[in-house]
């Protein structure tokens, strides 16, 4: 089975601080997604990579970065958390065209 | 104008009900696929599918092309089938998913 994990289910961050989410997934994808998902507003992509060292902005990468140095490894990394970053952060990755399969979850609170 | 559009937003029901959920679309797709997401859990794929129809246990998804709609039917349900379902599509022009608002399913004891 594809298996796609997060470093944390919850994470508790102050303002100002610099927050890493790491995703790693076991089954050699190319693709890889970082989501936020809010109550309302379903999930909204933030970046995702097709391949080492490539990077895309989705919908809302503003106050967000990301790092793919290795193909089973995508970090998303909030340079300055704010409070408006509390949410649902979720990590997916897929190969080609094939199903999306997604990792836990981290929920992060920035206080 | 959402790309796609998931209806009820809400749905309550009975155990043992036969359940519909349905999602429109107005783009090109290569597949269309439905996830489901239990309350504090994570998102799980149940379907993935560009036509016809397929089955896993009571769960059934249909696709029809043409008219850009697709339908999740649950048949005998179970409260243990309440969850969030999601319908999102991938476009033919690049790799992101285009999600729907998510439907609520609540299944009664």
């Known amino acids: 089975d594809v298996k796609v994990t997060q470093s944390s289910r919850y994470l508790v961050k102050r303002t100002g601080e610099k927050v890493f989410l790491e995703c790693v997934q076991d089954m050699d994808h190319e693709n890889m997604f970082w989501y936020r998902q809010d109550p309302g507003l379903g999930l909204r992509l933030i970046y995702f990579s097709y391949d080492v060292k490539m990077k895309e902005k989705g919908d809302i990468p503003e106050g967000y970065s990301v790092s793919r140095e290795k193909k089973e490894r995508f970090s998303l990394i909030l340079e300055s958390a704010s409070t408006n970053q509390t949410s649902m952060y979720l990590c997916a990755s897929t190969s080609g065209g094939s199903e999306q399969y997604f990792g836990p979850g981290t929920r992060l609170t920035v206080t | 104008k959402n790309e796609v559009e998931q209806s009820p937003q809400n749905l309550t029901a009975q155990e043992g009900e036969f359940i519909t959920i349905n999602c429109s679309y107005s783009v090109g797709i290569s597949a269309l696929h439905w996830l489901q997401q239990h309350p504090g859990g994570g998102i799980v794929s149940l379907f993935m599918l560009s036509s016809g129809k397929k089955k896993h246990g009571r769960l059934i998804a249909t696709i029809n092309i043409q008219e850009k709609h697709s339908s999740l039917h649950i048949t005998a349900s179970h409260p243990r089938d309440s969850a969030v379902y999601i319908c999102?599509?991938?476009?033919?022009?690049?790799?992101?998913?285009?999600w729907g608002a998510g439907t609520k399913l609540i299944i009664k004891p």
């Open positions: 999102a599509v991938s476009p033919t022009y690049n790799y992101q998913l285009i």
